[in-house]
């Protein structure tokens, strides 16, 4: 099958990759000339693991290609897939401007048959409305699909490849069979591919982010009552964790949730709810929640060293909003450096891959170490804002010999409490019990 996926983002990327990889010629479009030429020299603009050799062994073969020019590749397209960011306006409410764009660049090349699909986050009723754009351009009917994506950044392939579900939203049956056609290589699990209608899917995509995105709000709310009453979060989790009907997932206590999903859908339906004159006490409740989650480690460290942090240095480790990803949108580290810049403390900070990201926007404002171990020497205090696996078991007698406080503030609880005050450490994690002396 021939598909034209415009946008070359996480999403469109990983997608128009992982069609090409069971058998599809696929050309990816974008607007942004430098990172098409980028995708020609088989560089790749993100971090995804495992995503740069699925590229270079596709375009190598001939079925993945990368081009500006939506007009050379669209006329021979039965699918064209819109992945295009949707990135939060002022209000909060999805800004979609770049569907727009990417829906009327296509329009005078489809053919006859061919399927639009929206694999972007969108607002209810979108789709419907890019139906009636493209029907009003070309004067003829059209197919148009909703095909939300339910990608996990550093585990995309894997999430694409064996998905849980596939969802699509229709306006015909061709339309649907033809995506499923296209996805058959990846359900032979027999996990299920699920028909609904456009309102249902785009509305599907978004419940299913905020009540993720509560499930951590949950349990960050949670974690910080534990640590007031002497309870223990790790404890309490097993305990709720257990009963079938809650499950584990996401119900890791932190410094809150980032990235481009969660914080931006959740501001998107509460967004759609006010259109609508509905109230969303709840997901109002989320947003706030985790928005003051982010300052929890911030507060950690002033009651330890007094409102006046000036002349503290702090080591930071992890800056993007998760690991396995150098994506640093919404990430509560930037919260933190914020936070502790204003109140005049110097920053070390090191993450595996987002540091280049971080950069661009602080500058030299803050230190980036090369090597987590650099970033203790001399500092006063270590905070955790990512859980990358290189330091969950690092050289804790070389940190307590280079930390002047030997504090440690992990937003991640990386570490047991008990053998880190063994050890000789003052460390303080979310909704974690306090150790005591035996």
């Given amino acids: 099958m021939k598909i034209v996926v415009i946008g070359t983002g996480y999403v469109g990327l990983v997608t128009g990759t992982c069609f090409a ?3 599809n010629d696929v050309t990816c479009v974008d607007i942004n000339a430098g990172k098409i030429e980028r995708l020609n020299q088989g560089e790749i603009p993100i971090y995804e693991p495992g995503l740069t050799e699925l590229v270079k062994r596709n375009a190598a073969a001939g079925r993945l290609k990368f081009t500006t020019d939506v007009a050379e590749c669209t006329p021979e397209a039965r699918c064209v897939f819109l992945a295009v960011g949707t990135p939060m306006d002022e209000d909060g409410s999805a800004d979609l401007t770049g569907i727009w764009s990417a829906c009327d660049s296509v329009a005078p090349h489809l053919e006859e048959n061919a399927i639009v699909i929206c694999k972007s986050t969108v607002p209810v009723g979108t789709n419907r409305k890019v139906y009636e754009r493209l029907k009003e351009t070309l004067n003829r009917e059209v197919h148009v699909a909703s095909n939300p994506e339910f990608l996990k950044e550093g585990c995309a392939i894997d999430d694409f490849t064996k998905p849980d579900r596939v969802v699509v939203g229709v306006m015909t049956t061709e339309a649907a069979e033809v995506l ?9 699990t027999e996990h299920p591919f699920l028909v609904m ?4 899917a785009e509305m599907t995509k978004y419940v299913a982010n905020c009540m993720l995105a509560t499930k951590i709000s949950f349990i960050n709310e949670m974690a910080n009552l534990c640590e007031v009453v002497g309870a223990d979060v790790n404890e309490v989790r097993k305990g709720i964790g257990h009963d079938q009907r809650i499950g584990f997932q996401f119900l890791f206590p932190g410094v809150g949730y980032g990235g481009s999903c969660f914080p931006k859908d959740v501001r998107a339906l509460m967004a759609t709810a006010s259109e609508h004159q509905v109230s969303s006490q709840l997901l109002q409740s989320v ?6 989650q982010k300052s929890v480690l911030f ?4 009651r330890f060293f007094g409102s006046d942090l000036k002349g503290k240095t702090i080591a930071i480790w992890g800056l993007a909003f998760k690991p396995r990803t150098d994506d ?6 930037l919260t933190l450096i914020d936070q502790l810049l204003e109140a005049g403390a110097s920053i070390r900070a090191h993450d595996p891959v987002a540091m280049e990201n971080v950069k661009s926007v602080y500058g030299d404002k803050i230190t980036y170490c090369k090597h987590q171990y ?4 001399g500092a006063d205090a270590l905070a955790i804002c990512t859980e990358w696996n290189e330091y969950r078991t690092p050289d804790f007698n070389f940190m307590k010999q280079q930390l002047k406080s030997q504090a440690i503030f992990d937003g991640r609880n990386l570490y047991d409490p008990q053998k880190m005050f063994a050890r000789g450490f003052f460390y303080s994690g979310i909704g974690l019990k306090q150790p005591k002396s035996t």
């Fill in 299 to 302: 507060e950690k460290i002033k």
């Fill in 374 to 377: 650099e970033t203790v020497e």
């Fill in 180 to 188: 499923e056609e296209l996805y058959k290589p990846f359900l032979r």
């Fill in 328 to 333: 640093i949108r919404e990430a509560p580290a």
């Fill in 21 to 23: 990889e069971s058998g």
């Fill in 287 to 292: 947003d706030n929640v985790n928005k003051s």
């Fill in 197 to 200: 209608g456009l309102e249902s």
